[in-house]
Every structure is written in C-alpha cells, then in structure tokens.
C-alpha cells in the first residue's frame, strides 16, 4: 500500500505563522494597554472614577473643605483604626475623596488586631476612630464625631435619624493640627451683653479661637494675648475709663467686633464706632424685596445679602445670615479706614425713623429709600486694626443662629478668622443618613393623577384598537 505524500504550500504555511504571530503580538498589545488604563484609572482621584449617587451626598465634599486642602501646605496623614473586614465604608469613601484632592493628605487603616499598640499613642483613640497627625500635632476622631443620632426624634417617635458629620469632623480636625497658632478671644462683660452659646464657642473652637470674659471695670486693660475683642449687644453704655481703654486699643492696631441695639442709646460705644468712620442710620430697616426676609414674618426681619469677599469667605454659600430687627450703618468717606459692605438690604428697603411711633410699616414721605449697609468692616492698613459692627443685637442668639442652620455662627467665624489672619473654616452641615420620602408638591398631584388615571388608559386603548384594524387589513 503507497503511502500519500502531502505537502502543504509555502505561501500557507508562512501566512498561518505571520497571521499567529500576529494575533499573540496583537493580544499581548491589548492586555498591556488593559493594565496601563486599570492603573491609570486607579491612580485617578475617587471622585473622577467613583460617583457619588447618594440623595444628600454623602461623598461629594464642600467648598469648604476643598478650599482648606487646596491650601495644606504641611503633610497631615490619617489612621483609620478598624479591623479589616470590617472597615466603615463612608469614611473610606470620604478619606479617599480628601486624599484624592490634595497631594499633602493621605490615610492608612491601622488594624487594631495587627497592631495592638498604636491606639496607646493617642488619648482617646478606640476602634472606629480616625487619628489626624500632622508633624508632632494629633486629633482623635471618635466614631460619635463621625456619626450623629437625633436623641428628639428618638425619644419622641421611637425611631433614631443618624446623620453623617464625618467631613465636619474631618475639615475641623485638619484645620486643627495644621494650625500653627492659638488665638485668644475676649468677650466683654458688665453692661448686660448676652454671652455666646455653645454653637457659636464650638464654630470658634474650630478655627483654633478660644474665647474668655472681660470685664474691662475690674480688669483695668485689655491682656497682651488678646487677638480680638467682641462687644455683643450692650443693654447698656460703656464708661468712660472702658471707652478710653478701647479707643487705645484700636488706635494701636486692635481688632474690634461690636453689634449694638439701636432701642439702647450707647453714645460712648458710638464714639468708639465714630474713630473708625461708621455712625448709625437713624430709623429702622424695612425690607420690600420678599427674598429678604422669611415668609410669614414681620418685614423687620431680615435675610440680607451676603457679600463674596475674604472677609466672609468662611460662610458656606449655601448658608443664609439671619439679622432680625436692624438699623443701617453709614461711613465716612475721609476716614482712615478702608470700608467693606458684608450685610445689606434688598436695592429698594427703606429706613422707618418714625418707627417709635408707627402703627404700620407703610413708609413716610420722608424716610430714606435705597440698599442700606447692616454690618460694615473697617479696615486700617497703616496701623492693623480690624473693625466689624453689625448693628443688630440679635445675630448672635442662638435660636435665631439655628433659624438659618448656623448661618450666623459661620459669619462670625469667619469675621474672626480675617481678623486674625488665618485661613477659613466653617462649620459643615451634617448629612442625613435616613432615605428621603418622596413627596408631591399639590400642584402637581392632580395633573399627574388625570395623567395615570385617564391620559394614560386612553392612550394604550387607543393604540391597541389601530394595531388590531392594521392586523385585520392585512
């Protein structure tokens, strides 16, 4: 039996090894780019590669915050302390956006069962805990800071809402151990002023501001470590040993934030005021423009508009100011002070001067008409003093703050934060944890119900007859 002898063309054989080689060539090609674009991509920042689809945002970081790690200029690194495996997904969300924003923050989970005695280094420091270290300065974090419960909502309805706090904790943290200096907040007493409560002292607290009573009467002077004086709605006027006390202290380059009650007559306070170029506006402010003040209320209640400058760079743009029953401040054009609006009136408010004894807000003939300034900054390059005078004796009570969700407390966190030079920081607002019901505004309600209810059947009916005489027709 002969055996075949077959043999394949060159050409055929040479184009099946071209065309494999080909194909691993162009396979090894397509899994190096798949490797280069994973890495890329996993070096990208979260935010750019992971979207935030929370319904408040959980991740998506404030202006506030993006500001202050665009400026770190010293490397802070963050110790998350959780066992792996049980690592609290939304602060690693929230630690991988701050690290993807700046180059001077990174973190690192520190497994308590892997290292059993790091925590020791920190007071405070537990599991859950986030350690802030910058240099030899340190913030704990504990997992209450990061988490909230509303006890009201749980002691009434039985039901707890945690709320999210973790970037507020986080910002106020590294805002802290980067700070390279302490300021000392003096806060005038003996003339029935109204001392700050907890939400503005905690707003203060965050910007490294520590703030302490004076009583000018017993004291005798202003101490060397002051970094600003605040003088908070006198019920009544300063002496004139206090008066000179001040004056001195401005002449040489002290800072100075005052808010009077125009019903209280405070002629030496006044005079504090004139030295540096304000005076009042006599009458009351009544506002016309409805945005500029809240519904239902008295139209002396006002919402005025926020000036966007490095004074109030600190109050989140979200944020309202809130300064219920207020008189307008004029300057003086020939002073030596340089005059910045923060606070105003709507374009078409008025100034009530008869308002002692009106029985409506109608205004008079003679009442001036036009944008009244509520709190001016003074500022004198040549001598470094800084004066801010908001004339309303209610912007810094604490339920008018909470009426605009600390609005007000920001504003004066960030007043004292340009005083001192310092960089802002403010206040962010704790993010909701609970889903959000949807609901239907009524005049939505009917159109909708006629859509479902009606539009809707008559159509599909419709629809369904012509595809039925089409078919038949066929």
């Given at each position: 039996?002969?055996?075949?002898n077959?043999?394949?063309?060159?050409?055929?054989s040479?184009r099946?090894l071209?065309?494999?080689?080909?194909?691993?060539?162009?396979?090894v090609?397509?899994l190096?780019?798949i490797?280069?674009?994973?890495l890329?991509?996993?070096a990208?920042?979260t935010?750019?590669?992971?979207?935030?689809?929370s319904?408040t945002?959980?991740?998506?970081?404030?202006?506030?915050t993006?500001?202050?790690l665009?400026e770190l200029?010293?490397?802070?690194?963050?110790?998350?302390?959780?066992?792996?495996?049980?690592?609290?997904?939304?602060i690693?969300r929230?630690?991988?956006?701050?690290?993807?924003?700046?180059?001077?923050f990174?973190?690192?989970?520190?497994?308590?069962?892997l290292?059993?005695?790091?925590?020791?280094?920190?007071?405070?420091?537990?599991?859950?805990?986030?350690?802030?270290?910058?240099?030899?300065?340190?913030?704990?974090?504990s997992?209450?800071d990061?988490?909230?419960?509303?006890?009201?909502?749980?002691?009434?309805?039985?039901?707890a809402n945690?709320?999210?706090?973790?970037?507020?904790?986080?910002?106020?943290?590294?805002?802290k151990?980067?700070r390279?200096?302490?300021?000392?907040?003096?806060e005038?007493?003996?003339?029935?002023?109204?001392a700050?409560?907890?939400?503005?002292?905690?707003?203060?607290?965050?910007?490294?501001?520590?703030?302490?009573?004076?009583?000018?009467?017993?004291?005798?002077?202003?101490p060397?470590?002051?970094?600003?004086?605040?003088?908070?709605?006198?019920g009544?006027?300063?002496?004139d040993?206090?008066?000179?006390?001040?004056?001195?202290?401005?002449a040489?380059?002290?800072?100075?934030?005052?808010?009077?009650d125009?019903?209280?007559?405070?002629p030496?306070?006044?005079?504090?005021?004139?030295?540096?170029?304000?005076?009042?506006?006599?009458?009351?402010l009544?506002?016309?423009?409805t945005?500029?003040?809240?519904y239902?209320y008295p139209?002396?209640?006002?919402?005025?508009?926020?000036?966007?400058?490095?004074?109030?760079?600190?109050?989140?743009?979200?944020?309202?100011?809130y300064?219920?029953?207020?008189q307008?401040?004029?300057?003086?054009?020939?002073?030596?002070?340089?005059?910045?609006?923060?606070?105003t009136?709507?374009?078409?408010?008025?100034?009530?001067?008869?308002y002692?004894?009106?029985?409506?807000?109608?205004?008079?003939?003679t009442?001036?008409?036009?944008?009244?300034?509520?709190?001016?900054a003074?500022?004198?390059?040549?001598?470094?003093?800084?004066?801010?005078?908001?004339?309303?004796?209610n912007?810094l009570?604490?339920?008018?703050?909470?009426?605009?969700?600390?609005?007000?407390a920001?504003?004066?966190?960030?007043?004292?934060?340009?005083?001192?030079?310092?960089?802002?920081?403010?206040?962010i607002?704790?993010?909701?944890?609970?889903?959000a019901?949807?609901?239907?505004?009524?005049?939505?309600?009917?159109p909708?119900?006629?859509?479902?209810?009606l539009?809707?059947p008559i159509v599909?009916?419709i629809?369904?007859?012509?595809?039925?005489?089409?078919?038949?027709?066929?």
């Open positions: 039996m002969k055996k075949l077959i043999k394949l063309p060159q050409g055929g040479k099946a071209h065309s494999g080689m080909y194909a691993s060539v162009l396979a090609v397509v190096a780019v490797i280069l674009v994973n890329v991509i996993r990208l920042p935010k750019y590669t992971e979207y935030d689809i319904t945002s959980l991740f998506t970081l404030s202006d506030t993006e500001n202050l665009h200029n010293a490397d802070v690194t963050a110790y998350y302390l959780a066992e792996s495996g049980q690592e609290d997904a939304n690693t929230l630690l991988d956006r701050y690290a993807g924003e700046s180059s001077h990174s973190w690192q989970q520190r497994d308590p069962v290292y059993p005695t790091f925590a020791q280094q920190y007071d405070g420091a537990s599991a859950g805990s986030v350690v802030l270290v910058c240099g030899d300065n340190s913030d704990v974090l997992y209450n990061m988490y909230e419960m509303d006890l009201e909502s749980y002691y009434t309805t039985g039901t945690y709320s999210f706090q973790a970037e507020n904790a986080l910002t106020s943290g590294i805002a151990v980067t390279t200096a302490a300021y000392q907040l003096y005038l007493t003996g003339h029935g002023e109204t700050l409560s907890d939400d503005f002292t905690d707003t203060l607290s965050n910007a490294g501001v520590t703030v302490t009573s004076l009583n000018l009467t017993t004291a005798g002077s202003i060397a470590d002051v970094s600003a004086v605040l003088i908070n709605a006198p009544a006027d300063l002496t040993a206090e008066t000179k006390i001040l004056k001195d202290y401005v040489n380059g002290g800072k100075l934030f005052v808010t009077t125009f019903t209280t007559g405070t030496n306070l006044d005079s504090v005021l004139a030295d540096c170029g304000m005076a009042r506006q006599p009458g009351l009544i506002e016309t423009d945005d500029h003040y809240p239902g139209q002396t209640y006002l919402l005025p508009k926020l000036a966007g400058n490095d004074i109030t760079a600190g109050v989140s743009q979200s944020m309202m100011i300064t219920p029953i207020a307008g401040i004029t300057t003086n054009d020939d002073s030596e002070f340089a005059f910045t609006d923060l606070l009136t709507g374009d078409n408010a008025y100034s009530m001067e008869n002692a004894t009106a029985e409506t807000a109608q205004k008079a003939d009442d001036p008409e036009g944008c009244f300034a509520v709190a001016v003074a500022d004198n390059s040549a001598t470094g003093a800084r004066v801010v005078w908001v004339n309303c004796p912007l009570e604490s339920n008018i703050n909470q009426a605009v969700s600390g609005g007000n920001q504003f004066l966190g960030s007043v004292v934060n340009w005083m001192n030079g310092e960089q802002t920081t403010a206040v607002n704790a993010k909701s944890m609970s889903a019901s949807l609901s239907v505004p009524t005049s939505a309600a009917i909708l119900g006629v859509l479902f209810t539009v809707l599909c009916i629809a369904g007859a012509v595809v039925c005489v089409v078919r038949r027709r066929r």
